[in-house]
């Protein structure tokens, strides 16, 4: 960045101001009240603007801050500008691709273009996970494939031609400037992009790579590298700093986390591991396609061999264990230990090959990685960490052994809080007006007399008039959840909000049993369209379901956070329950008991928290814009019932609060 000059008109047309005289927050608020302005239907928001001097002085001052920002206080710009004008280069992480796609494609486009008025430039960049970026090197490595089928074809006295879709795909990669997936023209068939694309556990770098050179990933990171503001998502940071941090993406001097209320999930998985029976297929076809092109065949089978009879002998006890917590590896560590040392034989043949082109030479490089980093992963299975939980999870056709550590905060306070300043909001961070639990769980140090806090907590409220616009009603004549009466009357209580809200609704359950009693009872009981998740794609359910404004949407966990609906379409919110976590999660389990170890509530601590961030998600989903209005209805009597009930509601936007069903549904009909 260079010099930052801020122009001030007058009636003399305009000329520069020097916002290097200015505070930091004053710069930020500067730059941010004359976009905003040129913004079309822009407005001065309170918040926002408190919001932006917040995040300039934390970064001036290397200090750490906890922002919650209410719905429509625009918090994207109220972190990027002050982000650009401070001179720092920036990492923002978000939790989803949607924000990211935003920040990238359409807020930060604007601002370069606002702010160059001011005298503000600044450059940008989005770093993916690798399986996002077409692979050249296994894109040379398909084409020298198909040049054998060629030649052995023409010998044959035939004509060949290349397929049509992976002559199309490396034509495009030829010209297209990112490799990104996301650029694509058309679909793809099934399998094509997987067979010239890889993931991180297989990608040899930049050292290794034959096509390094000319490779869509290392050229991105390249880009970061350069760039004032890079932008990635949660997982691909958590992933950099298992590696130890600056290996995946450049150094930087800010973090800002963006939907931070799910950062901690998100971190318990980047620093854990999973292992299934297809990551041992995917080397052991990775390692046999490879040496089977380098030596005879039943050389190459006999080195193999041991590692297919392995990775039997992990899935039959994968399956022979039971789903949940896993204390001591028994079995189970044993056939992980088996699978080492044949992992280890593979890798030994692999490195004592000599390539004979640079697709076979990529090729070599990639299943090296590959069984390293599963090789690694296996011995930490085979020895978990202190402080790390182990358990196995099944569906209908996977059984997966994985490994996380029960706390992330106190590796984020040796990995992270130490090293950047750290900035994280979200609309969603409080446990009854307070961020101390979140900010415990990530690391932070709460203070007490005998130092002061390690970060600022600052809570800015949403520019809606929640008090006009909107009503939380709390069934409390409904029967507890457990009680065998409750499912009967909780669908009768539905049916009542749906008729007078004339549909328009979003019923949010915490299961998949309710989701589908409530869809095949609705469908029969109210003349709306009843849309239940699943029946289509996400985003073709969502469009339904804004086309048709008296439709109802059914759906679980995934659509509780992240779903932005203003207008007629959705005017009733409806949740089944109270969303505290399963008792049996293993991870979640192995959170209560370090929480009861160190002397405190495990109710209080972990599963109380977790509830209210989410409860709070789910109601958010109500008032998207100032013209909103509806109702939040919880078919949940504890949360009227129970002590703890009081802390839920006071995490809920202050929208006046009922248990009179008549009042609501009169509220609804007008």
């Not at 520069?16 to 005289?21: I, T």
């Not at 922002?67 to 001179?87: D, M």
């Not at 807020?107 to 770093?127: N, R, Y």
């Not at 007629?568 to 209560?592: G, Y």
Request: proline share 6%; charged share 25%.
């Amino acid at each position: 960045m260079g010099r930052i000059i801020l122009l001030e008109r007058h009636k003399n047309g305009q000329v520069p101001y020097d916002a290097l005289m200015l505070a930091p927050a004053d710069r930020a608020q500067a730059a941010l009240e004359r976009v905003v302005a040129e913004k079309p239907g822009g407005h001065r928001r309170v918040g926002q603007v408190e919001m932006a001097r917040a995040v300039a002085e934390a970064i001036e001052q290397g200090s750490h801050l906890i922002c919650e920002a209410g719905p429509g206080t625009g918090k994207s710009f109220g972190y990027v500008i002050p982000a650009i004008v401070s001179g720092q280069k920036v990492i923002v992480a978000t939790a989803t691709k949607g924000l990211q796609d935003q920040l990238a494609k359409k807020d930060l486009p604007f601002l370069a273009e606002a702010m160059a008025g001011l005298g503000i430039t600044f450059s940008w960049a989005v770093v993916k996970g690798r399986q996002n970026y077409l692979c050249k090197s296994r894109l040379v490595e398909r084409l020298e494939k198909e040049g054998l089928v060629a030649q052995q074809i023409a010998l044959e006295g035939l004509d060949y031609e290349l397929p049509e879709d992976l002559r199309l795909l490396a034509e495009w990669a030829d010209v297209h400037p990112t490799g990104d997936r996301d650029d694509l023209p058309a679909e793809l068939p099934e399998g094509l992009w997987e067979s010239v694309s890889v993931t991180g556990m297989e990608c040899p770098g930049r050292d290794e790579c034959p096509q390094a050179g000319d490779c869509f990933a290392m050229a991105a990171l390249d880009a970061a590298a350069d760039a004032d503001i890079v932008i990635v998502n949660h997982h691909l940071y958590g992933s950099d700093l298992a590696l130890g941090g600056g290996v995946v993406l450049p150094d930087h001097d800010v973090l800002i986390v963006d939907e931070a209320h799910r950062l901690e999930d998100t971190m318990a998985s980047a620093l854990g591991i999973e292992l299934a029976q297809g990551r041992f297929w995917q080397v052991q076809r990775s390692a046999g396609s490879y040496l089977r092109g380098q030596s005879p065949r039943s050389k190459a089978d006999k080195i193999l061999r041991p590692l297919a009879d392995q990775t039997k002998r992990v899935q039959q006890s994968l399956d022979r264990t039971d789903v949940g917590r896993v204390d001591g590896a028994g079995a189970l560590g044993a056939a992980f230990s088996a699978a080492a040392s044949s992992l280890a034989a593979v890798t030994k043949a692999i490195r004592a090959s000599e390539p004979t082109s640079p697709g076979v030479l990529g090729a070599r490089a990639r299943v090296l990685r590959l069984a390293v980093h599963l090789a690694g992963d296996v011995g930490m299975a085979v020895e978990p960490p202190d402080g790390y939980v182990s358990w196995i999870e099944r569906d209908s056709d996977r059984t997966a052994y994985r490994i996380a550590p029960i706390e992330v905060g106190p590796l984020l306070a040796e990995q992270l809080l130490g090293r950047v300043p750290v900035i994280l909001t979200s609309a969603t961070l409080s446990v009854a007006g307070s961020v101390a639990p979140f900010a415990e769980r990530l690391g932070f140090e709460t203070g007490d007399e005998s130092g002061p806090l390690r970060y600022r907590a600052l809570q800015v409220e949403s520019p809606f008039d929640y008090r006009a616009q909107g009503r939380v009603y709390v069934a409390a004549r409904l029967p507890e959840p457990r009680s065998p009466d409750y499912q009967a009357r909780a669908l009768v209580e539905l049916e009542a909000l749906l008729l007078a809200s004339g549909g328009r609704a979003l019923v949010l359950t915490t299961s998949y049993r309710m989701l589908t009693i409530i869809s095949d009872h609705l469908h029969d009981a109210v003349p709306f369209e009843i849309l239940t998740q699943g029946d289509l794609p996400k985003l073709r359910l969502i469009e339904r379901f804004e086309e048709d404004e008296t439709s109802v949407l059914v759906a679980t966990m995934g659509f509780w956070e992240g779903l932005d609906v203003p207008g007629r379409a959705l005017e009733l919110v409806v949740l089944d329950k109270l969303p505290f976590p399963r008792p049996d999660e293993p991870l979640w389990q192995a959170r209560r008991e370090a929480a009861e170890a160190a002397g405190r509530s495990a109710f209080m601590t972990v599963d109380l928290p977790r509830a209210a961030m989410l409860l709070a998600q789910g109601a958010g989903r109500l008032i998207r814009t100032t013209n909103d209005r509806g109702v939040v209805a919880i078919l949940d009597s504890r949360l009227f019932k129970r002590r703890y009930g009081r802390v839920l509601l006071r995490s809920l936007p202050p929208m006046p609060q009922t248990t009179s069903l008549k009042t609501v549904e009169a509220f609804l009909r007008r």
